[in-house]
């Protein structure tokens, strides 16, 4: 059975960090491919960062720059370093794996303001 717990979001004031986590249970965690997405009430959820089995990274244009998404395979981790926060950034946020089938955490919430 897979699993996938996020931890880390919290209130943070507008250009703070927060750094999420997402730790992985039940699936080869290096052999699948891992993203972070994000949801507001009322809009669809969307894509923002990901990163491949070998390294590449793929960022939402409005996160440029601010987050940094990494894994590390030896912990079985995927991690979301968010810089210079908005307001804007507020969201639950969602860890995704993909391997032969698509697997989603329970989400995080990360509020932003002052």
């Known amino acids: 059975q897979v699993q996938l717990v996020e931890s880390g979001g919290g209130l943070v004031q507008p250009g703070g960090s927060l750094r999420l986590s997402c730790a992985a249970s039940?699936?080869?965690?290096?052999?699948?491919?891992m993203s972070w997405y994000r949801q507001v009430p009322g809009k669809e959820r969307e894509l923002v960062a990901l990163?491949?089995?070998?390294?590449?990274?793929n960022y939402a244009d409005s996160v440029k720059g601010r987050f940094t998404i990494s894994r590390d395979n030896t912990k079985n981790t995927l991690y979301l370093q968010m810089n210079s926060l908005k307001p804007d950034d507020t969201a639950v946020y969602y860890c995704?794996?993909?391997?032969?089938?698509?697997?989603w955490g329970q989400g995080t919430q990360v509020t932003v303001s002052s």
């Open positions: 039940g699936l080869i965690f290096s052999t699948a491919t």
């Open positions: 990163i491949t089995v070998s390294g590449n990274t």
């Open positions: 995704k794996a993909v391997r032969f089938a698509v697997y």
